[in-house]
T-cell receptor
Framework: AQSVAQPEDQVNVAEGNPLTVKCTYSVSGNPYLFWYVQYPNRGLQFLLKYITGDNLVKGSYGFEAEFNKSQTSFHLKKPSALVSDSALYFC??????????FGRGTQLTVWP | EPEVTQTPSHQVTQMGQEVILRCVPI?????FYWYRQILGQKVEFLVS????????KSEIFDDQFSVERPDGSNFTLKIRSTKLEDSAMYFCASIRDPEAFFGQGTRLTVV
């Protein structure tokens, strides 16, 4: 069965510092991995995805994520956090045309 | 950029009433999904829809739920007799394989 774990409910960082939001997954076969962001009272907004190819994936707003097959991880990173990055972040795993399995979400707070 | 739109943004209904949540997916997409997010909990899959029929549904999607695409554009989720525990954000997604594009959601409050 496919599943996603986001071990941290909350991540707090100071503006300008690097941030990491962790995600590990369990899937049979090759994973398709996604990160979505949710701002208050908004829908889920696509950030980036890993399907195949380079393990380091670059996405919107300066975010990137590294696919690590041996550790079954897909951590979201950004070199320098902004206050406007504060939001709820969801990791998801899926397969072609299949449903997405979401993690519980991690609330990122970036303070000035 | 094309987007998925959902209406209404917020619906309050009495327990036992029927509700219909509407979604306009991105044109030329063929796969559609409904997800829900109970406050403070994870996003959960409800149902997927392809070629005018359900292709997969979760254990949450019981006989109280139904989906249809009545006019070739709108994609609706109907809850026949709402329960308090149906209160949640409901998200529609349309798929351009393998990426899902989500609407802004409908917040359903059952009182």
């Amino acid at each position: 069965a496919q599943s996603v774990a986001q071990p941290e409910d909350q991540v707090n960082v100071a503006e300008g510092n690097p941030l990491t939001v962790k995600c590990t997954y369990s899937v049979s076969g090759n994973p398709y991995l996604f990160w979505y962001v949710q701002y208050p009272n908004r829908g889920l907004q696509f950030l980036l995805k890993y399907i195949t190819g380079d393990n380091l994936v670059k996405g919107s707003y300066g975010f990137e994520a590294e696919f690590n097959k041996s550790q079954t991880s897909f951590h979201l990173k950004k070199p320098s956090a902004l206050v406007s990055d504060s939001a709820l972040y969801f990791c998801a795993v899926g397969s072609t045309l299949g449903r997405l399995y979401f993690g519980r979400g991690t609330q990122l707070t970036v303070w000035p | 950029e094309p987007e998925v739109t959902q209406t209404p943004s917020h619906q309050v209904t009495q327990m036992g009433q029927e509700v219909i949540l509407r979604c306009v997916p991105i044109s030329n997409h063929l796969y559609f999904y409904w997800y829900r997010q109970i406050l403070g909990q994870k996003v959960e899959f409800l149902v997927s829809f392809y070629n005018n029929e359900i292709s997969e549904k979760s254990e949450i999607f019981d006989d109280q739920f139904s989906v249809e695409r009545p006019d070739g554009s709108n994609f609706t989720l109907k809850i026949r007799s709402t329960k308090l525990e149906d209160s949640a954000m409901y998200f529609c997604a349309s798929i351009r394989d393998p990426e899902a594009f989500f609407g802004q959601g409908t917040r359903l409050t059952v009182v």
